[in-house]
């Protein structure tokens, strides 16, 4: 069985992505992928990491999570998807990195499903965006102290996965920026349960809908019904024309409120950003999903 795990990250679709698959799920049955309510796994797979700790699974530990887990459903392709896979927002930043127990539990959950092949899925975001929402429940001193210790500069996306890409070599990793999700959402859907490119999701332009006007939405969806054979590549391109004329600006916009965290500050993390994410290309094995 392929078994496909949406790790977050944290702050990046506020359970869009679980809603906009549990609305798929029906279909996603027909073709043999299994989309369980997280009240069936996030717990056991929870107890099962804390198991694990310095252990082998036992023998039946996979069959046991398994039944669990599809409760007599029969399936080829499993998605499980929570954004506390690599620990609660507190253990997002440690040691100087990004998710520093990513790789431990990445391996801990192919020692689980040793029988079947896992995948990796997850959204990241720009640190400028990231880290304020990360450390928000930490006092003023506790944030100023991780700041100071970790310099918001050296964390960077493509260390977290070179981390666990070394961890599992030849696991298939697929990763998008969040600030993109609108545009390609329907592909990053598809890419969790394996489709085909070009075939049809309900909700595919959810998040569209969202930073656009209701006038931006109904022309768009027109211009869709009068050119019914553009390609995935082609109606990316038009939403990104649309928001471009019908965006509502006040929703593309974020509040950052952290000690020191002034305007140049968010230019020169951004910077560093966009360059990492370059960097994530060059990763083995590594998809990127782009506008």
Known sequence: MQVVFHTGAHYTDDGRLLKCLLNNKDDFRKRNVAVPGPGKYR?????????????????????????????????????????????SPRFALGNGQLYPLAAERMRHLDQLFDSDRIELCMAVCNPATFLPKALDRASAEQQAQLLAATPPQSLLWSELFTRIRHALPEMPITIWCNEDTPVIWPEVIRALAGLEPGEKINGGFDLLREIMSREGMRRFRAYLRDHPNLTDTQKKRVMIAFLDKYALAEKLEEELDLPGWTGDLVEELTEIYDNDIARLTEIPGLRLITP
């Open 43 to 87: 717990t056991l797979l929870k107890d099962a990491f804390a198991a694990l700790d310095g252990t082998v699974p036992a023998a039946d530990a996979r069959n046991v999570l398994v039944d669990a887990i599809l409760d007599d459903e029969t399936a080829d392709r499993l998605i499980l998807t929570n954004e506390h896979f690599f620990g």
